[in-house]
């Protein structure tokens, strides 16, 4: 039975049927790395105008009343880089006793020093972006220089934490690292022996083709990539999330992720998003529907979350 289960007064559900079952809160700008393929979750990074990133206090509160008033009791962390704030435990503790699942994307290059504490805290599982093992290809997609053995640092300690699943995000990108997936599937099988079992799950990403500057040059052919994997694997499964096939090759679980923009995703969508600044964003791509949340006040945040599914539709629904 989940924390939450059988208390809830209601649900949170769109005008298309779509129910919230998770949020997922921005809490920084801040990056310390500049990947090529970065859509920022929708936001503009490091924008000069921002006066100041959202408090742990209101993180907590939407949290809080999300959980109590309609049942939703899991919490994704991201940015920006989230480690590069320094009251991310104290966020992750603040909720720990009404949520289900609280998890961080991360990029890993601080996560060695924090994966303890966040375990401590509440936190219970990470992923972490791996474009590559390769420090030369790694640098030029991440735009940044000595960081990925901090990186593979990180994600042994939170394997060692117990910060599990892990997932490890690979956006795959043509004449950069579509050559490496083999040496990436031998790297999380190394992980998991060191796990003691399947705790960690490569997830390959499709670039998204919105992106059509580098959709032109790195977009990868992921229907060979579906199909290699397909004669190696031992089994297939199909996620409810927009239809996510799950090959398993020689003891490693592949994800499969395409790209944000299409029907499917749309029609699947079950999450909330907050921005940095602690405005709901009912549409990653969209920018003219946020809503304010302005107080800590429990009234202020349950009817602000209600009013967000009013501005919450399909952004591809005309594909419908």
Do not use: W
């Amino acid at each position: 039975m989940t924390k939450k289960e059988g208390l809830k007064e209601e649900q949170l559900i769109d005008n298309y049927g779509r129910q919230i079952r998770s949020l997922r809160f921005s809490i920084t700008t801040r990056c310390n790395l500049n990947c090529i393929y970065c859509h920022a979750e929708g936001e503009k990074k490091d924008r000069p105008q921002q006066k100041g990133f959202i408090s742990a206090e209101l993180v907590t509160a939407i949290a809080r009343v999300a959980s109590v008033h309609f049942g939703i009791t899991r919490v994704k962390f991201s940015g920006g880089e989230p480690l590069m704030r320094d009251d991310l435990a104290d966020m992750v503790h603040g909720m720990s006793d009404f949520e289900d699942d609280i998890s961080v994307t991360t990029n890993g290059t601080l996560l060695s020093n924090y994966a303890a504490e966040l375990a401590d805290a509440g936190l219970n599982r990470v992923n972490v972006s791996l474009d590559s093992i390769k420090e030369e290809k790694y640098d030029s997609i991440t735009a940044s220089r000595g960081y990925l053995p901090k990186v593979i640092d990180g994600i042994y300690t939170a394997i060692d934490a117990g910060l599990t699943p892990l997932k490890l995000n690979t956006v795959v990108l043509k004449g950069l690292n579509e050559d490496e997936l083999t040496d990436l599937m031998g790297f999380v099988r190394d992980c998991n022996r060191r796990a003691g079992g399947n705790e960690v799950i490569l997830q390959l990403i499709e670039l998204i083709p919105s992106f059509k500057c580098l959709a032109q040059s790195y977009k990868a052919d992921f229907n060979k990539i579906e199909a290699e994997l397909a004669l190696r694997a031992s089994a297939i499964k199909t996620r409810r999330l927009q239809h996510r096939k799950k090959y398993f090759v020689d003891g490693v679980e592949v994800e499969i992720v395409h790209p944000i923009d299409n029907t499917e995703f749309c029609a699947n969508c079950s999450r909330l998003r907050i921005t940095s600044e602690g405005q709901l964003k009912p549409c990653l791509l969209r920018h003219d529907n946020l809503v304010p949340v302005e107080s800590v006040d429990e009234e202020h945040i349950r009817e602000n979350l209600k009013l967000a599914m009013k501005y919450r539709e399909p952004f591809f629904k005309a594909l419908l």
